[in-house]
C-alpha cells in the first residue's frame, strides 16, 4: 500500500491536506468499483462481473484510492498481448468528493510506475473529453514522453454512429 498526501489544488475551495491510501484491488472490491463507475458520469458502466474480473485478473494494472475506508478512484488497465511493455489504461474514475486533488495523475504514476518493464502507456478518449485530455497530457509532461494521438475507433465504422470517435493516445516511451 502506498499513502499519498492529497492537497487541494490551488483553485479548489477546500485546502486542507488528506490521506489517500491507493492499493491494488482485491475480488471483494468489485461491486464498490461498479457503483464508483455508475457515480462517475458519463464513464461507461461495465457488468458487475467485468468489474470483478478487473480487481482480480487484472489487479496488477489496477488501482484503488480509498479515504477512511472509503473508495474515491479506481483506474482499470492491462498489458496489451502483444506488447507487453504497454499499460492500456481502461477506465479512470475519480469520485466527486475526491476531484481537483490531482488523484487520477497520482493513481496513474502509481501505475507505471509499478514496473520497470512499462515503457508506454495508451488509452483512447472522445475529444470531447477535456479533464480526460488535460490528465494525460499532464502525465506526458511529468513522465518528460511524448504524446501521441490517431483515431482507434471510428464513430461510424466501429460505433455504428452511436458512440463518438475514441482516439488512441500512446505516451512513451518512458522510463
Known sequence: MNQILAEAMPDAKDKSQRIITLRKPNPEDGSVVHALVERCKPLDTNSMYCNLLQCSHFRDTAVIAE?????????SGYLLPEQPDTLFVWQVAVSE????L???SKMLLELTGRSSK???????????????WNTFKRLAKTLNSPLNERVMFDKEQHFGGQHDTEML???????
Request: charge should be positive.
Open 67 to 75: 479515504e477512511n475506508g472509503d473508495v474515491v478512484g479506481f483506474i
Open 97 to 100: 468528493k475526491a476531484r481537483g
Open 102 to 104: 490531482g488523484l487520477a
Open 118 to 132: 512499462i515503457r508506454h502507456l495508451h488509452t483512447s478518449i472522445t475529444r470531447g473529453n477535456d479533464a480526460s
Open 169 to 175: 493516445v500512446h505516451i512513451g516511451p518512458f522510463n
